[in-house]
DNA sequence: CTGCGATACATGCAAATGCATGAAGATCAG
DNA sequence: CTGATCTTCATGCATTTGCATGTATCGCAG
């Protein structure tokens, strides 16, 4: 009947995203309970990790907000608690008045990567096992796929 | 080199993290959006959930607790929010003195269904139109291999 | 049975988060 | 140029979260 036609599809793009979530949960709780997040919480990780990225050096706090799952008010403070701890620097952007530029100390780069040497090996100890190369290669591909697709939407 | 060998694997296992992360932190991001979390939290919803697709209704504290990604006192917390709000009953373990069995009651089962149809429909909306049926079963046959195998390890 | 360590859940408290709002600059129609 | 509106970021305040700890129960060695 027809209600199957549209019904099925749903259910399995619900389906999907489940098992997509709970993955993440498992392993993120892996991650967390790792030594690495011990001093920097994961949300404060990624903002340092974001930033080793960008290729310039200097982020605008806005655009850092589209990549991290923080309400901007928090992010706001976030980054004062970095900043108190002498791992980032703000600054005015030039051609924006409103805006602020975030760039890496020299500590905070160093923080960065040795967190990120001990996060990457849980990582690889996580994943590594699960599936094999190949797999990853296609579950990068699919992630990706869909990472663009609904970044790239209008957004309600 | 032989440096290349076991560095290529840690790095794919990496960016495939990397990216099933970032595809997850886009999905949800539109998600909370939506008007299904108005009124009622990501957590808390993920809590109503897993107590809908639980066959005896009842679910012990600790179990749950595996299931979403919140510390045990947070936890703890919320269900006693939930409680207040005459969506889940407690009751003692009866097999465990120290343990908590969680039940939906009626209000609280109706408003999942209620918010899980809203849900659902947001998440077909995003994941349906990014990947082929074939690419949605083959990230949930991927992520859900993840998952059983980083659940399985003994964890640190 | 007794005592010791482990497990399950609750609670005090400090820290982090989100919502609503405010302030300041940008953008644009007229 | 001017005023209305939007964008960007910061801040007050209530809620939520996590860590450390407390309490009660369980399981087990002796």
């Given at each position: 009947?027809?209600?199957?036609?549209?019904?099925?599809?749903?259910?399995?793009a619900?389906?999907t995203w489940?098992?997509l979530?709970?993955?993440?949960?498992?392993?993120?709780?892996?991650?967390?309970?790792?030594?690495?997040?011990?001093?920097?919480?994961?949300?404060?990780?990624?903002?340092?990790?974001?930033?080793?990225?960008?290729?310039?050096?200097?982020?605008?706090?806005?655009?850092?907000?589209?990549?991290?799952?923080?309400?901007?008010?928090?992010?706001?403070?976030?980054?004062?608690?970095?900043?108190?701890?002498?791992?980032?620097?703000?600054?005015?952007?030039?051609?924006?008045?409103?805006?602020?530029?975030?760039?890496?100390?020299?500590?905070?780069?160093?923080?960065?990567?040795?967190?990120?040497?001990?996060?990457?090996?849980?990582?690889?100890?996580?994943?590594?096992?699960?599936?094999?190369?190949?797999?990853?290669?296609?579950l990068q591909r699919l992630t990706d796929k869909l990472r663009n697709s609904v970044g790239a939407?209008?957004?309600?």
């Amino acid at each position: 009947m027809a209600a199957e036609r549209t019904e099925a599809p749903t259910r399995l793009a619900a389906e999907t995203w489940e098992s997509l979530f709970r993955a993440q949960v498992a392993v993120m709780r892996k991650l967390q309970a790792g030594k690495a997040f011990k001093n920097v919480a994961i949300n404060e990780y990624d903002v340092l990790f974001t930033l080793s990225r960008c290729p310039s050096g200097w982020l605008r706090l806005n655009e850092l907000n589209d990549h991290v799952l923080l309400s901007q008010s928090s992010l706001s403070r976030l980054v004062e608690r970095l900043e108190k701890r002498g791992l980032v620097v703000r600054q005015p952007a030039p051609d924006d008045g409103r805006g602020v530029l975030l760039k890496l100390t020299d500590e905070g780069a160093a923080l960065q990567k040795e967190i990120g040497r001990e996060h990457v090996r849980d990582i690889s100890s996580l994943v590594g096992p699960a599936l094999t190369a190949a797999e990853q290669k296609e579950l990068q591909r699919l992630t990706d796929k869909l990472r663009n697709s609904v970044g790239a939407r209008p957004g309600k």
